[in-house]
Nanobody, 117 residues
């Protein structure tokens, strides 16, 4: 049973842009209290990139501040990550995460983002 599905990753040159999408099943989306994007680069720990609460409060990591924007479309049960001015250090697998009101955590399968010339 698929719960979270990411898309939008790919290969982009430094300075380029990508927009990631995470479509959540209605059961998760209607119960979530926070959704987030994480990323994991080779040999590194998974790190939080940005999150947005059900009420719309947003938080974003210092490393991507001013370049990445998180948003959500409740009608489409979808969360987005707009990534601009991409750098090689942004290369990673990006994961969608949702935590529901009963503190269950769900993860997507991940989407690869590669920034390279």
């Amino acid at each position: 049973q698929v719960q979270l599905v990411e898309s939008g990753g790919g290969l982009v040159q430094p300075g380029g842009s990508l927009k990631l999408s995470c479509v959540a099943s209605k059961s998760i989306y209607s119960l979530n209290k926070v959704m987030a994007w994480y990323r994991q680069a080779p040999g590194k720990q998974r790190e939080l990139v940005a999150n947005v609460t059900w009420g719309g409060r947003r938080s974003i990591a210092d490393s991507v501040q001013g370049r990445f924007t998180i948003s959500r479309d409740n009608a489409q049960t979808t969360m987005y990550l707009q990534m601009n001015s991409l750098k090689s250090e942004d290369t990673a697998v990006y994961y969608c995460n949702a935590v529901t009101v009963d503190d269950r955590a769900y993860w997507g399968q991940g989407t690869q983002v590669t920034v390279s010339s």
